[in-house]
Every structure is written in C-alpha cells, then in structure tokens.
C-alpha cells in the first residue's frame, strides 16, 4: 500500500508545483508615479521629431528630463485610466508645441510564453504607444484628450527577455498656439513564467530520491520483522 501511495503523493507535489510555477504574472506599467508636481521616477522626455499616423511634428523645445506628474491641466480633459496620472514636462497652461518623445522601461524573465500587452491611454493632442519598437496604438485626431482609448497585443515577435523599451510619441499642434499638453496611461502586461529545466530536474530527482529512501526503509524493516519472527531461513 506505501508502494503506491507514494508515487501518487510525489506526483501531485510535482503537479502543485507546475501549475504554480506556470500561473500568469502580472507586470502594471503606467504614468503618474509620483504626487501632483513632482517628477516620475519611471518615465522620462524629451523633445523630439515625430511622426503620428501621417501628422508630422517638428521636436519641440524641450530638453531631456524625468516627466512631470501635471494632472489634469485643462478641465477638457478626461479623467486618466484608474490609478495612473497625466504626466507632461510642465505645470504651467501653455506647452511648447511640437513633437515629444516618452520612454520607460520593464524587465521580463528570461524564459516565459503567453505574453499579452492591454492597454489604456490619451493625450493632448496626439499619441503613439510603441513597445521595442512595434507600435501597439496611435490616435492623430483632434479632441481625443476628452476620451481613453483601448489596445491590446498578444504578438509574441514584440517581446524580448530581460529589458524591454516602452516609447509613447505625442505631438503638441504645431498649427496653434502654445496650449496645454500631457498623456495618460495604464498597461498591463501579463504572461507565464517558464521554468529552466535545471530546476524541473531537482525538482524530480529530489522527490525520486525520497521514493528510493522511503521504499528501503520499508523494505528493510519488512525484512527485520520476518527474520525475528522466525519466518525466513537463517542463512547465518
């Protein structure tokens, strides 16, 4: 009965610990990291030559620094997705107009599938959400500051292990005045961890084992009992 009681406790134990190992992680990358009028640690800015869907925006006069957590500067804006903030370079009404460039980055594991990107965002004017590269949504519309628009990506050619690159583009109209300028966003990245093969190993080897020791005890102490019993020839 030990015999077979044992193989299916060390398998469901390695069954427990898989699925474990497998369940869904959940990165949340998002703007407003810091309070109202201090800077995000996480994200910074920059002037920059950009492009979104068609519109083209010279870079505009701002240097390189960490963004700024701005809120909601003109009462047109929308609210930001839940728990972010908006972010822009300054407080005051009127922005430089031109083009901006964001840029954060997240680290992934080194071995990992499933990986899926949603996403929540807006700007005042335009904006482009790319991750390493791929673009993942872009809005050149006038107004789109009054509403949160939704992507999602499951392209698994986007990922990379370790270092990943997060670049929002957004455009402050260069055809008006200075006016206010910001974005707003929220991302969650979820994916399944990958467990390397060396750990499945001891994993398996560390359970055999205990099956190797526990049957020895049991064997020998079967042995011990029959020999004191006078059950099996004495052969000594």
Request: charged share 15%; with cysteine; hydrophobic share 40%.
């Amino acid at each position: 009965m030990r015999r077979l009681i044992l193989p299916a406790v060390c398998f469901t134990l390695l069954l427990a610990t898989m699925i474990s190992i497998a369940s869904a992680e959940t990165i949340v990358l998002k703007s407003g990291n810091a309070a109202y009028g201090q800077l995000d640690p996480l994200i910074t800015v920059r002037g920059a030559e950009v492009t979104i869907a068609g519109s083209y925006a010279y870079a505009a006069a701002q240097p390189y620094q960490q963004a700024l957590v701005v809120g909601r500067l003109d009462v047109s804006w929308c609210n930001p997705p839940a728990g972010s903030e908006w972010i822009g370079v300054t407080t005051n009404w009127a922005c430089p107009r031109g083009g901006y460039q964001y840029d954060m980055s997240f680290d992934m594991p080194a071995a990992f599938s499933n990986a899926s990107l949603s996403l929540s965002i807006t700007s005042d004017n335009f904006f482009a959400f790319y991750l390493n590269g791929n673009l993942i949504g872009a809005k050149a519309e006038l107004g789109i500051f009054k509403s949160l628009y939704a992507y999602q990506s499951t392209d698994q050619s986007f990922w990379v292990p370790g270092a990943n690159h997060i670049r929002i583009d957004a455009i402050n109209r260069i055809d008006d005045v200075d006016t206010p300028t910001g974005i707003a966003f929220l991302s969650q990245i979820e994916y399944s961890p990958v467990p390397e093969p060396s750990s499945i190993l001891v994993l398996v080897c560390g359970m055999g084992g205990l099956g190797v020791v526990l049957q020895m005890k049991n064997q020998w102490g079967h042995r011990c009992k029959t020999v004191m019993t006078g059950t099996e020839d004495d052969k000594g």
